[in-house]
């Protein structure tokens, strides 16, 4: 097959809307759930962007320190009856040890690197004082690619303390999993295809 041809037949395959699409994850709410002993002034926000991306904004004051916090990360879908069930992920990290490097569990590194990228915590154990997450989104080179559909990503906070377990409250994230919009044009593509048949009637 020639060149000409190939790119021809690229070009009706795109314009008819069968180019594959990549799946984006969209936050749709969020919820923050604490004791007014721990922290005070908590509020967690969802503001959509456009039609494929939102952003969450969670601030809230720490009162105590938490010397040593053990995260319990739950993944929830959403079936068909409005239910959210378990799904795929269900595991426990100290993020401390992840913070320190004394763990490298992947879920908790996915974790610390999005604090990183979106968060004022930047340093070890302790943490105390004002927390926030500013223009937080859900990063596809973090995530596999799921099944499109409605999810709830769960944090159960803890703060360990010899034999103790102290709950310190939880952190919900819901967002939907759905197919990437791309125009009908596809001017992009087309664009690049009618240059390289340019390219090849120059030789």
Same mark, same amino acid.
């Given at each position: ?17 069968? $180019? ?11 919820? $923050? ?7 005070? /002034?908590?509020? $967690?926000?969802?503001? &959509? @962007?456009?039609?494929?991306? &939102?952003?969450?904004?969670?601030? !809230? %004051? ?5 010397? /040593?916090?053990?995260?319990? +990360?739950?993944? +929830?879908?959403?079936? %068909?009856? /409005? ?9 426990? +990290? ?27 915590? /930047?340093?070890? $154990? ?6 926030? &997450? ?6 596809? @080179? ?7 559909? +409605? ?19 939880? @952190? &919900?994230?819901?967002?939907?999993? !759905? ?25």
């Amino acid at each position: 097959m020639s060149l000409k041809i190939f790119l021809i037949l690229s070009l009706w395959i795109c314009w008819q809307g069968r $180019c594959s699409t990549k799946t984006v994850y969209k936050f749709t709410y969020a919820e $923050c759930c604490t004791y007014t002993n721990i922290a005070t /002034n908590v509020t $967690c926000l969802i503001k &959509a @962007i456009n039609w494929s991306k &939102a952003i969450a904004k969670i601030d !809230m %004051y720490l009162i105590r320190p938490l010397k /040593n916090i053990s995260i319990h +990360f739950k993944l +929830f879908k959403k079936d %068909y009856a /409005n239910q959210y069930k378990p799904f795929l992920i269900d595991v426990r +990290f100290n993020l401390c040890d992840i913070i320190s490097k004394r763990n490298y569990l992947v879920y908790g590194t996915i974790v610390w690197k999005t604090m990183q990228r979106f968060t004022n915590v /930047n340093h070890s $154990c302790p943490l105390i004082g004002h927390l926030y &997450a500013r223009n937080m989104y859900l990063d596809d @080179i973090y995530l596999p690619s799921f099944p499109l559909g +409605f999810y709830k990503i769960l944090f159960n906070v803890n703060d360990v303390n010899r034999d103790q377990i102290e709950d310190h409250g939880s @952190i &919900a994230l819901f967002f939907e999993a !759905m197919e990437e919009r791309r125009s009908k044009t596809k001017k992009g593509q087309i664009s690049n295809i009618y240059y390289m048949l340019s390219e090849e009637q120059k030789f």
